[in-house]
């Protein structure tokens, strides 16, 4: 069965500076995909980026890109120049057909 | 509409009753999929519609749970006889498809029973 580990509960950055979300995950297929969902207060939802896993280059979205080391099967998130409104929870989650998988999340918290 | 829209935002309970929660996908989108969010077991997959297709009701927890989709856009997910373990965030998806298709969510209900 698949899994997504999310090993950080809370990570904290000051406003500007570079952050890093540590995600791990174990599958046996060799085609998936992989995303980062943000959760803020508001409950919803909301994609932060996406990488499919036959694509070797790491996938980016302004300030927001993945290390993608599928070997290792790691998919972490970095967030650069952090903003007071990237503070929420972070989910990674996992697909092969349909159903996301996703991890128990890491708390960001952005201090001024 | 913009995007997945629920009702209620969230609803409060007795144990026992029978709750009805309601999503309305993104237009044009034909997978929609009910999770459920709790402390205890996080972020759970419940069931999912793609298209006139059966559902994939794998990750309904009792056969208290059910859910349908009617004339394949709004579904409602019907909890019957609540429980106090039933108290969680209820999020629904949609996508354009269903095979690894970015799911959008929406804002989610808020279960509590008393």
């Known amino acids: 069965a698949q899994t997504v580990t999310q090993s950080q509960p809370e990570m904290s950055v000051q406003e500007a500076e570079t952050v890093t979300l540590s995600c791990t995950y174990d599958?046996?297929?060799?085609?998936?995909?992989l995303f980062w969902y943000k959760q803020p207060p508001s409950r919803q939802m909301i994609l932060v980026i996406r990488q499919e896993a036959y694509k070797q280059q790491n996938a980016t979205e302004n300030r927001f890109s993945v290390n993608f080391q599928k070997a290792a099967k790691s998919f972490s998130l970095k967030i650069s120049d952090s903003q007071l409104g990237d503070a929420a929870m972070y989910f990674c989650a996992y697909i092969n057909t349909d159903k996301l998988i996703f991890g128990t999340g890491t708390r960001l918290q952005v201090f001024p | 509409g913009a995007g997945v829209s629920q009702s209620p935002s969230n609803k409060v309970t007795e144990k026992g009753k029978d709750v009805e929660l309601r999503c309305d996908p993104i237009s044009g989108h034909t997978a929609l999929y009910w999770y459920r969010q709790s402390l205890g077991q996080g972020l759970e997959f419940l069931i999912y519609f793609q298209g006139n297709s059966a559902p994939d009701k794998s990750g309904l927890p009792s056969d208290r749970f059910s859910a349908e989709r009617t004339g394949g856009s709004v579904s409602t997910l019907t909890i019957q006889r609540t429980q106090q373990e039933d108290s969680a965030v209820y999020l629904c998806?949609?996508?354009?498809?269903?095979?690894?298709?970015?799911?959008?969510f929406g804002p989610g209900t808020r279960l509590l029973v008393l």
């Open positions: 599958t046996s297929e060799s085609d998936y995909y």
């Open positions: 998806a949609s996508s354009r498809d269903s095979f690894r298709e970015t799911q959008y």
